[in-house]
């Protein structure tokens, strides 16, 4: 039988002299699920980009069903039946779900938009493909889920018989991810093919059927299901083995450092984000918070980080107020941050490597001088950090917005940790870092956490919450809803069914995990 | 204070109302369409003033009709070449716009100077035409209210009940048509009206063409009707009122239409007031309008931020 679809020899080199993909070759079957894993830079997104028609292949043939096509730019890939969700969702925020899947091509009826069909059409979908939402709610009012739904059906409603998925789990809960994988086999029982783009191992060895994997810009290996295993597979990805392990706090008595009280912040439309937070940091351990994006966990870190005013309540760091004093104080009292968004808040795109391991420290002797930069200091400081943390990058005066992902979150990570933070606020820290990165990025807050560092942990991915945290947190709807002193025995199942609003712990267990 | 509240209650003020409202509607209307799709424009008030002195040149030399026509032309090319600067030479939509503005000031002057042989204040010397009213004094005989009607309906220029008329067609046009929903989804998100395969740059230049026109249009009312002949400087600010009455509105073509009808009384009742308080200096009363639309737009915004 003639494979689906067949990428041969595709090769790619971007305007900028990197070589994306060498030679790669895909071959996808019919109505399965295909997974292509690979470290940030692999080539991944780029041989997806070359299937959807928004970057060229300077060689190499793809062939749908044995004939040859040319993807010339997505509208040809759609015409084609190939569909693709990104990332980060298009849809319009005020739009009904039902408008967002018909954008563009509406039905009509005379000159009007005709609704009725509109809505009765998306609904078919959705019921056929096991897609459950509600099609005549704004997309705004929808958690993420059902939003990533909207983008599949607008993929199907034009009819796409291959659907690529760029990291589709990375902004999900675990519930979510099990209904879109209940929905990911109902499109294969029908005659879908699904290409599945991820680096959250586990998962991928649960839904896919065959394992593409990518290294460096070269197709490196090609798993059945059967032979997958994790190890295996993360060592073909980084080429070599890797330990995404951190050992966990030393037990005893660590003292107090960091008392939040009855904490409310309102959030960007005036509502409360946060309400009435209670909890006590300590000394030498990392407190998780895991939460659904948007249920206030951004707020919160924006508050004690200083870049969002707090309404009540109080954040007091080792004894000194600072509920409403200036980033710089709160730097100066022993506060460090690792923002959610490297690229806007985390670092100055268009100034060097060694200007942003400074910007931090512009009150220091060492860097500034009788309001002079000291540029020899911040030079030799700068080539220090890039070598104590292993940052790729040509030299100190290299732009950081040059660098990749991986090394730009790395270049936080080393100027928020060289300052010996009391109380280090980390959001997101691996978000769209490569394994590699990932595992340094780990072993270097576990470091900070031995030295006696307090720091306030959350991410979406749930794993690796599980594998930092000593103590961890849930937040539903600005609330506490659950907390556990010990997270050894914890499973993403348990921090699910909190994190989604199904249950809430008793008062008495949470406070005793709180303080 | 009663005589003021009696002179607000009358038909002839209601009659004021409509007359003052509908310039500064059609550029509000223009200003929504350009607005909603993602490009502010804000030389409105300079696409009125280059459609209201082209007007008035041009029927001085043609049929009404003709010299509205003109207007509307102007300004729909204006905004094609705003659209041309903004989206294909990537210049900031609002430094464009106030590069119009400047040379609409000017320009108007200059131009003026030429077409009327030395005069640099009015076209007073151009037989400019006026655009005819529509006389509704059939109206009258309805029992009862008829006369009260005719006198606040009747006498109106034609392009007010176009302008009333295009309020509900661009309600109908962005509620109710696919391409309606693609404007505003260019206008909301446009990431997603180009994953859908919608240009949001074609989009865009269609809104600045429809915005530029429909000031035109306002600017030919303003000087067909309202004033008969070109006076350097005549809008004096309805391009900008029109841009508040698009925020003030909240965006939708019935608020940005009631915003327009707010300011344009004020504006009627800055005319009616010095009759009535001649104790109060009239450059005060001038600017009511204007202290109107800042106070306007403060409390919608606050309202907007506590909401």
């Known amino acids: 039988m003639t494979p689906f679809l067949e990428a041969i020899g595709i090769d790619k080199t971007y305007p900028g002299g990197v070589h994306a993909n060498k030679s790669v070759d895909l071959t996808v079957s019919h109505s399965e699920v295909h997974a292509i894993v690979g470290e940030n830079g692999a080539g991944k997104s780029t041989l997806m980009k070359i299937l959807f028609g928004v970057e060229q292949p300077n060689a190499g043939e793809i062939r749908l069903d044995g004939t040859p096509i040319h993807l010339p730019s997505p509208r040809a890939a759609i015409a084609a039946g190939i569909g693709m969700v990104f990332q980060h969702f298009s849809l319009v925020p005020s739009f009904t779900v039902a408008e967002n899947v018909v954008l563009g091509v509406e039905p009509r009826s005379g000159l009007r938009l005709d609704r009725k069909r509109a809505a009765e059409t998306v609904q078919a979908l959705a019921d056929r493909f096991r897609l459950p939402v509600d099609v005549e709610a704004p997309v705004e009012r929808l958690p993420v889920g059902q939003q990533q739904r909207v983008e599949i059906l607008k993929a199907l409603y034009r009819d796409a018989k291959l659907l690529i998925l760029d990291e589709p789990t990375a902004v ?12 990911i086999r109902s499109l294969t029982e029908q005659g879908r093919t699904i290409l599945f783009i991820a680096h959250k191992l586990p998962e991928v060895i649960e839904i896919s059927d065959t394992i593409s994997v990518m290294r460096a810009g070269h197709m490196v290996g090609r798993v059945p299901k059967a032979e997958a295993t994790e190890a295996g597979l993360a060592r073909m990805m980084v080429g070599r083995d890797v330990a995404l392990k951190v050992t966990r706090a030393k037990p005893g008595e660590r003292k107090h450092l960091c008392r939040i009280s009855g904490l409310t912040i309102k959030n960007d ?75 806007a808040t985390g670092s100055a795109g268009g100034a060097t490597v060694a200007e942003n391991f400074v910007a931090t420290e512009l009150e220091d002797e060492r860097f500034v001088r009788h309001g002079l930069l000291d540029l020899g200091a911040i030079r030799a400081h700068a080539v220090e950090l890039i070598d104590h943390f292993s940052v790729r990058v040509n030299g100190p005066d290299a732009a950081i917005g040059t660098l990749s992902g991986g090394n730009m979150q790395k270049v936080v990570v080393a100027r928020e940790l060289s300052s010996n933070p009391k109380l280090l606020l980390v959001s997101h820290p691996t978000r769209g870092v490569d394994l590699g990165a990932t595992e340094f990025i780990w072993q270097r807050l576990a470091v900070a956490r031995d030295a006696g560092s307090a720091i306030l942990l959350t991410s979406a991915d749930l794993s690796e919450l599980l594998s930092l945290s000593d103590r961890m947190i849930v937040l539903y709807r600005g609330r506490i809803v659950a907390a556990f002193a010990d997270t050894t025995e914890l499973t993403p199942e348990t921090l699910g069914s909190y994190m989604l609003g199904f249950a809430e712990q008793p008062e008495n267990e949470r406070r005793a995990a709180l303080s | 204070m009663n005589a003021i509240i009696e002179t607000i209650l009358s038909a002839a003020f209601v009659a004021a109302v409509i007359r003052t409202t509908t ?14 799709v993602g490009s502010l424009n804000v030389a409105l008030e300079g696409m009125m003033l280059i459609g209201a002195l082209t007007s008035v040149i041009v029927s001085a030399y043609a049929p009404w009709y003709v010299g509205v026509l003109a207007g509307i032309a102007v300004g729909g090319m204006l905004g094609a070449l705003m659209a041309l600067f903004h989206l294909r030479f990537k210049a900031d ?158 965006r939708h073509p019935v608020g ?52």
């Open chain 1, 172 to 183: 999900l809960a675990p519930q979510e991810v099990v209904e879109l994988f209940a929905a």
């Open chain 1, 269 to 343: 439309r005036g509502l409360d984000a946060i309400s009435g937070m209670d909890i006590v940091l300590r000394a030498g351990e990392i407190v998780g918070i895991a939460a659904v994006e948007g249920n206030g966990q951004s707020e919160l870190f924006d508050a004690i980080g200083g870049l969002r005013p707090v309404e009540t309540g109080s954040v007091e760091l080792g004894g000194i107020d600072i509920t409403a004093v200036p980033v710089d104080q709160r730097r100066d009292a022993g506060m460090a941050h690792i923002p959610e968004d490297r690229i």
């Open chain 2, 23 to 36: 310039p500064v509607l059609f550029a509000s209307l223009g200003g929504l369409l350009s607005d909603l």
């Open chain 2, 93 to 250: 939509v609002i430094l464009v716009g106030f590069a119009v503005n400047i040379v609409a000031a000017g320009g108007t002057v200059t131009v003026l100077n030429y077409a009327t042989g030395g005069d640099k204040g009015t076209s007073i010397n151009l037989p400019s035409k006026a655009i005819p009213a529509l006389d509704l004094s059939f109206l009258n005989a309805i029992p009862g209210i008829g006369p009260v009607l005719t006198q606040m309906f009747s006498g109106h220029s034609y392009l007010t009940w176009l302008a009333a008329f295009l309020v509900f067609a661009i309600w109908y046009f962005l509620y109710r048509t696919p391409e309606g929903l693609r404007f505003r989804a260019v206008g909301e998100y446009p990431a997603a009206a180009e994953a859908a395969g919608i240009s949001p740059n074609r989009l865009r230049t269609y809104g600045l063409i429809a915005s530029g026109a429909l000031a035109g249009l306002g600017g030919a009312q303003l000087a067909m009707f309202n004033f008969v002949g070109f006076t350097r400087d005549m809008t004096a600010g309805r391009g900008f009122i029109a841009l508040g009455a698009v925020l003030l509105g909240r």
């Open chain 2, 256 to 307: 940005t239409a009631i915003a327009a009808v707010l300011f344009g009384a004020f504006e009627a009742l800055s005319i009616a007031l010095p009759g009535i308080l001649p104790q109060v200096p009239g450059e005060v009363i001038h600017s009511i309008p204007f202290v109107v639309t800042v106070l306007a737009l403060m409390l919608s915004s606050r309202r907007r931020i506590a909401a």
